[in-house]
């Protein structure tokens, strides 16, 4: 309830297809998360970081959280998932209107009938759903892939961020150039990563390059792709407008996050609390 997100839901069209849009988006989600840093306070004051909510999600339950390093491994696919989410230590349970507190049961047991809360019960394919639901990774697997990696911001924020992910994913060229990006980094650098951004934003470092360096490659990778699309609004614009939001960012390699602490230590004199009127919509 002290982190506030927005998300992105994105196709696929097979299993092949959900592979490369699955390793591309989760290695470059902690761009994402630089892009859309707007989490600085904890109660009011200052965090020394850039997005606490995304410094949250690195110190929380590592058996349903992170990077999946597995996703970048040769074989991954369907199968693959689905093991490691019958390993996810259970929550819950649906009964008859009412949670079953089945906290760190196993699905496997539950699927052979074996768990004491509830006993020869066997799971339908809705406890399924609900126990995938419980997971958290960056990028988390449905029928569909949900990015994750995004503080919540402004309304043009929540145009960006499908913005960014369809020009990335859903045009070949772009998917492939997306990938030429990160396919070298490490399963170590992927994690590094990940808690870098929280701290430094646009600072951020990996394999040699600042994250304010990626995100216009991102950036203008996301715009070909947007323009490939050639989906036009009824004022015959295309898609990329989209983008503005975070082409400042990017330029300026200064966060959401950033100008809120300039803010605070400027007009704000010290009241986190002005965010309220001054940033509403």
């Not at 996703?71 to 989410?85: M, P």
């Not at 390993?87 to 906290?103: C, E, I, N, Q, T």
């Not at 959401?256 to 004199?269: H, I, K, Q, S, V």
Request: overall charge negative.
């Amino acid at each position: 309830f002290r982190t506030c997100t927005v998300q992105a839901n994105l196709d696929f069209a097979s299993e092949a297809d959900m592979v490369a849009k699955f390793r591309t988006s989760l290695a470059l989600q902690p761009i994402a998360t630089a892009l859309f840093a707007n989490s600085p306070f904890v109660e009011g004051r200052p965090t020394g970081l850039v997005s606490s909510r995304a410094d949250v999600w690195t110190d929380t339950d590592p058996d349903r959280t992170g990077m999946l390093d597995f996703v970048f491994e040769d074989g991954f696919g369907f199968e693959t998932y689905a093991r490691y989410a019958l390993d996810v230590p259970m929550y819950f349970a649906k009964r008859g209107g009412r949670y079953v507190d089945l906290s760190g049961r196993s699905f496997r047991k539950f699927m052979a009938g074996e768990l004491d809360e509830l006993p020869g019960d066997r799971p339908t394919i809705k406890d399924w759903a609900d126990h995938t639901t419980t997971i958290f990774p960056e990028v988390r697997l449905k029928q569909y892939l949900e990015m994750r990696g995004a503080d919540s911001g402004p309304w043009g924020a929540l145009c960006a961020l499908p913005a960014l992910w369809t020009g990335v994913l859903y045009d070949g060229a772009a998917l492939a150039a997306a990938w030429d990006l990160c396919k070298g980094w490490t399963a170590e650098e992927h994690n590094a990563l990940r808690g870098d951004v929280a701290r430094r934003g646009m600072k951020a470092e990996v394999a040699g390059r600042t994250v304010q360096e990626i995100s216009k490659d991102v950036l203008a990778i996301a715009r070909s792709g947007l323009k490939a699309r050639d989906r036009l609004s009824g004022g015959m614009v295309d898609e990329t407008n989209y983008l503005a939001e975070l082409d400042e960012i990017a330029e300026s390699g200064v966060t959401r996050a950033e100008r809120m602490l300039e803010l605070y230590n400027g007009p704000w004199g010290g009241d986190a609390g002005r965010a309220f009127d001054d940033l509403a919509y």
